[in-house]
């Protein structure tokens, strides 16, 4: 099974700029979309519920902002958007579905460099966020959380560590939020895949030469229960369809199941 997630930047501008042709390219049987920026009515009509595909929409409330999705390709179940039936997500930050015994979520957590406010957001966010996966890792079966998580994580995942130590998505305390998730019971799957070495990027600045000289941060992540983590073969991040569609690269794992 090959599952992708994708931050495109805004659904309809991606169209615009290839997202077909590279979807058609990579095969995922699971897609996981961050920051679609619209709702499926505002969509090309083929788009608002593609053939062969299983929509779950999450858009924002607010119109050309933020929204996740997941797209299977079997049958699937939404279980609930956002932290649960009882938490209000008005940004479209989390999708949960299930696919036969897999459970997937695409989340897209807040960025907060645009703002101090909206640092507070994105740390409210982590408060609760990270509560909701501890009590995904004790479902028995298989389960992936993938997204734009807006951290990285060790120095590693970022070209420029030093200069970016007080930036928002690589603070201290962001990073130690991060280290613990991974401690409740989750695996890095592209880190497990790629080993110790720096990257692979998944977000580039439109600043100087980053996106040229792949001077980013990885910041899209794909984890795994221990279940999950079982089945787990390799990961892929397709550098080039997302310096041609998004600022992000989409990233895709592959698993036995």
């Given at each position: 099974?090959?599952?992708?997630?994708?931050?495109?930047?805004?659904?309809?501008?991606?169209?615009?700029?290839?997202?077909?042709?590279?979807?058609?390219?990579?095969?995922?049987?699971?897609?996981?979309?961050?920051?679609?920026?619209?709702?499926?009515?505002?969509?090309?009509?083929?788009?608002?519920?593609?053939?062969?595909?299983?929509?779950?929409?999450?858009?924002?409330?607010?119109?050309?902002?933020?929204?996740?999705?997941?797209?299977?390709?079997?049958?699937?179940?939404?279980?609930?958007?956002?932290?649960?039936?009882?938490?209000?997500?008005?940004?479209?930050?989390?999708?949960?579905?299930?696919?036969?015994?897999?459970?997937?979520?695409?989340?897209?957590?807040?960025?907060?460099?645009?703002?101090?406010?909206?640092?507070?957001?994105?740390?409210?966010?982590?408060?609760?966020?990270?509560?909701?996966?501890?009590?995904?890792?004790?479902?028995?079966?298989?389960?992936?959380?993938?997204?734009?998580?807006?951290?990285?994580?060790?120095?590693?995942?970022?070209?420029?560590?030093?200069?970016?130590?007080?930036?928002?998505?690589?603070?201290?305390?962001?990073?130690?939020?991060?280290?613990?998730?991974?401690?409740?019971?989750?695996?890095?799957?592209?880190?497990?895949?790629?080993?110790?070495?720096?990257?692979?990027?998944?977000?580039?600045?439109?600043?100087?030469?980053?996106?040229?000289?792949?001077?980013?941060?990885?910041?899209?992540?794909?984890?795994a229960n221990s279940a999950a983590r079982?089945?787990?073969?390799?990961?892929?991040?397709?550098?080039?369809?997302?310096?041609?569609?998004?600022?992000?690269?989409?990233?895709?794992?592959?698993?036995?199941?």
């Amino acid at each position: 099974m090959r599952i992708t997630t994708w931050n495109v930047n805004g659904l309809r501008a991606a169209l615009r700029k290839g997202f077909a042709e590279e979807l058609a390219s990579i095969r995922p049987d699971i897609l996981l979309l961050q920051e679609v920026r619209a709702m499926p009515e505002q969509l090309p009509k083929p788009w608002a519920e593609p053939e062969g595909w299983v929509v779950h929409w999450n858009p924002a409330q607010k119109k050309g902002y933020a929204g996740t999705a997941v797209w299977t390709r079997q049958r699937s179940q939404l279980l609930h958007t956002g932290l649960g039936p009882t938490d209000p997500d008005p940004e479209g930050r989390l999708t949960l579905v299930r696919v036969g015994k897999l459970h997937v979520a695409s989340a897209y957590l807040p960025s907060g460099s645009s703002s101090p406010e909206r640092q507070v957001e994105k740390e409210r966010w982590m408060r609760r966020f990270r509560p909701w996966a501890t009590r995904q890792l004790k479902r028995t079966g298989p389960s992936i959380l993938g997204g734009d998580l807006n951290i990285a994580h060790t120095e590693q995942d970022i070209f420029y560590a030093q200069g970016n130590s007080q930036n928002s998505g690589f603070l201290p305390h962001e990073r130690q939020w991060f280290g613990r998730l991974l401690k409740s019971g989750w695996h890095d799957l592209v880190r497990q895949d790629v080993g110790d070495i720096d990257g692979p990027y998944s977000w580039w600045s439109n600043r100087g030469r980053a996106r040229e000289l792949d001077r980013g941060w990885r910041i899209d992540y794909m984890l795994a229960n221990s279940a999950a983590r079982l089945q787990f073969c390799h990961s892929r991040t397709h550098r080039q369809a997302g310096l041609a569609v998004s600022d992000h690269a989409p990233v895709t794992i592959e698993l036995n199941m």
